[in-house]
Structure formats: structure tokens, C-alpha cells
């Protein structure tokens, strides 16, 4: 520092002596001394701020590899899975043929196994009407004979005949037990 002052006081000092008129020399003096001033005020403040600025560039600069990096593994993984896209589309249609025609057997089992139950509660159903409509007509074909019988026995018996019929059945009455 102590060689800074002299040098600061030489040049301060020696700017008068070469002053002469029109020469430039006391500008040129003058300004070495505020360069030089300027320098080592700044000098110091001025390094460390570049010191941090390349400290901050350079790990910016090596976040940014970082992240380049990442980037350039993200797409490969992209690419990767770009390419096995077809695959698994075609994996996944399979799939959805097989589930569907598993579902169509499904349905149809179950729309086979409803059409046997259907026909057999049909069948069931037809043989009751028939055998009502049996007894109907058995029951009609009765009732027709005996009054068709009972026409033909108004129309031929005579009241003897009606009389030996009472006493019969009054015998037969007589005959079981009460």
C-alpha cells in the first residue's frame, strides 16, 4: 500500500513541473491517478463479485448438464416406450377380444340355460291345461250322459218301473252299515 501512495504522490507532484502550455501531459496525469485510484478502490469489491457471478455460471452451467441429462434418459425412456405403444395396443385389443368372447359364451350359456327353464315351465304349464281341459271335458261327457240317461229313463219308464227302482234302493240302503 505504502508504494501506491508514493507512486499516487510522484505522478501528483511531477504533473506540474512538465506543464507547459498545449502539452497534454497533466490530463493524461490526471486521469492515470483517478484510473489508478478507481482500481484499487474497486479492485477487491470488484473480484469478488466476479468471482461469485463465475461461481454462479458455472453451477448453473452444471445444473443445466444435469438437467440435460435427465432430459436426454427422459426421452429415451419416451422413445422406449413409444415404440412398445404398438405392442401394448395390440396386447390390450387380445385382451378385449378374449373378455368379449368370453361374455358373448357367458350370455349365451345363460340365454340357453333361461330358454331350457322357459320350456320346461311351458311344458309344465301346457300339461296342466290339457289335463283341466280333460277333467272338463270328462266332467262334461258326464254330465251329458247322465242327462241323456236320465231323458231316455223319463221317456221309458213307467211308474212301475219307478217303483221296483225305489224299492231296490231302499234294500241297498238297508243292507249297509250306518
Known sequence: MNVRIAIFFLLSAATPLYAAEGSNLPRI????????????????????YLQARTDQIRA?????????????????????????LDDEIEKAKGEARSAAEAERARILEAAETEAARIREIAAKEIDNEVE???????????????????????????????T???????????????
Open 60 to 84: 448453473e452451467l452444471a445444473d443445466a448438464k444435469e438437467k440435460n441429462t435427465k432430459a436426454e434418459v427422459q426421452l429415451e425412456q419416451a422413445k422406449a416406450l413409444l415404440g412398445s
Open 164 to 178: 221296483k227302482l225305489i224299492d231296490r234302493s231302499i234294500a241297498i240302503l238297508e243292507k249297509t252299515p250306518s
Open 132 to 162: 283341466t281341459a280333460r277333467r272338463k271335458l270328462l266332467a262334461r261327457a258326464a254330465e251329458l250322459s247322465v242327462s241323456l240317461a236320465h231323458e231316455k229313463l223319463e221317456s221309458s219308464m213307467t211308474e212301475e218301473d219307478q
Open 29 to 48: 496525469t490526471n486521469f492515470a491517478i483517478v484510473a489508478l485510484a478507481l482500481y484499487f478502490a474497486l479492485k477487491k469489491p470488484l473480484a469478488g
